[in-house]
């Protein structure tokens, strides 16, 4: 398991059999959830549990991901 994100690099190591796979996390829905935190914090509110999506990319489904 390499951890999170991927790059060419990492999807070409899961190809070679040096990487097992990824975590891949979609950072747009991250940044959002970041901003509603952040704004809520500066406005004393209570902040919200989340949950971001998440995909596992292995190589047997590197070219379906």
Excluded: H, P, W
Excluded at 26 to 39: D, I, L, P, S, T
Excluded at 46 to 62: F, H, P, Y
């Amino acid at each position: 398991m390499y951890g999170v994100g991927y790059s060419s690099e990492i999807l070409n190591a899961i190809r070679q059999g040096k990487v097992a796979g990824v975590a891949a996390f979609r950072m747009y829905e991250v940044g959002v959830y970041a901003m509603r935190q952040a704004v809520a914090a500066a406005e004393k509110e209570k902040t919200q549990d989340i949950q971001v999506s998440c995909r596992m990319i292995t190589a047997e489904n590197l070219e379906e991901e």
